[in-house]
């Protein structure tokens, strides 16, 4: 069974965090919250970094929630608050497959957006410059169980325990 209520899940754009943890909610029932749908206005604007981590701070108060989304420079508030972390530590290749073929119209998300540069050399970057400074922050706090998932096969496997443990169809 699933014993936690504050959870995230991190990892690099493109990875399969939002697609999992859309399944995660259905399964578990814990209200589930894109970032990406926080932060990303309907006309491809987005929040002031102040207002974005108020409102990330308003959510983690309540009593359960699931947090999807990277964000590196604010994954440092929603760790300290998470009981259960869920770390997407997936191939370059594969995230890069993953931001090129997704649908551009996405319920976890306000606006549609294009791959860009910017996003591209974020995630052939990611394992060199982000990875560590996650990792980092994760073994700065042993009190939060970690989960690392290095495929989407272990993430499937994962759900499909969990989906037996509640006695769902799988």
């Known amino acids: 069974m699933f014993n936690y209520k504050k959870v995230i899940v991190i990892g690099c754009s493109g990875g399969g965090k939002s ?4 399944q995660l909610a259905e399964i578990t029932g814990l209200t589930l919250y894109h970032l990406d749908n926080i932060y990303w206005l309907p006309d491809t604007s987005h929040l002031e970094r102040p207002v974005f981590i108020k409102k990330q701070k308003e959510i983690m108060k ?3 929630w699931i947090i999807d989304g990277n964000y590196g420079k ?6 300290k608050e998470c009981e259960l972390a869920f770390f997407f530590d997936i191939p370059t290749e594969v995230c890069l497959k993953g931001v090129l073929t997704r649908e551009r119209k996405r319920d976890d998300i306000a606006c549609e957006l294009e791959p860009n ?8 970057n990611y394992r060199k410059k982000n990875r ?3 990792i980092r922050l994760i073994k700065n706090h042993p009190e939060v169980e970690v989960v690392t ?4 096969n272990e993430a499937d496997e994962y759900l499909k325990k969990l989906r037996n443990d509640y006695g769902l169809d799988v």
């Not at 604010?74 to 760790?79: C, E, G, L, N, V």
């Not at 998932?149 to 989407?152: P, R, T, V």
Request: positive net charge.
């Open 132 to 134: 560590p400074k996650v």
């Open 62 to 64: 309540t009593e359960s």
């Open 117 to 124: 540069e910017e996003l591209t050399d974020y995630i052939i």
């Open 19 to 22: 697609t999992f943890s859309k």
């Open 74 to 79: 604010t994954i440092k508030y929603r760790i």
């Open 149 to 152: 998932f290095k495929s989407h």
